[in-house]
């Protein structure tokens, strides 16, 4: 069983920066997609970041430059460092997990999800 656990969530004042983290646990193979969503309140779901089994990674234009996606395959853990943090990054942030493709962005359908983090930046 394929189970993705968030932390590193909180509330900071803008401008500043929080690192999250995904545990993910159970998947069967060595090669797979990742990403963070985000869900504003009153707003639909939205793409944030995604990184291949290469290492390739994509961004929402909206977080280019501040945002940095990584993951340390060792510890089966994905990363997302978030910083120069604006009131409206301020939402719950998902762990998704999938199988591998050559884009893990564009389209992707993530097919395991994990609870979320709550991140609140103040202004």
């Known amino acids: 069983q394929v189970q993705l656990v968030e932390s590193g969530g909180g509330s900071v004042q803008a401008g500043g920066s929080l690192r999250l983290s995904c545990a993910m646990t159970?998947?069967?193979?060595?090669?797979?997609?990742m990403g963070w969503y985000r869900r504003a309140p009153g707003l639909e779901r939205e793409g944030v970041a995604a990184?291949?089994?290469?290492?390739?990674?994509s961004y929402a234009d909206s977080v280019k430059g501040r945002f940095t996606i990584s993951k340390d395959n060792a510890k089966n853990t994905l990363y997302l460092q978030i910083g120069s943090l604006k009131p409206e990054d301020t939402g719950r942030y998902y762990c998704?997990?999938?199988?591998?493709?050559?884009?893990?962005?564009?389209?992707?359908?993530?097919?395991?999800w994990g609870q979320g983090t709550e991140v609140v930046i103040s202004s």
């Open positions: 998704a997990a999938g199988g591998d493709s050559r884009d893990c962005w564009a389209g992707y359908q993530y097919f395991y």
């Open positions: 990184i291949d089994s290469n290492g390739v990674t």
């Open positions: 159970g998947y069967p193979y060595s090669s797979y997609c």
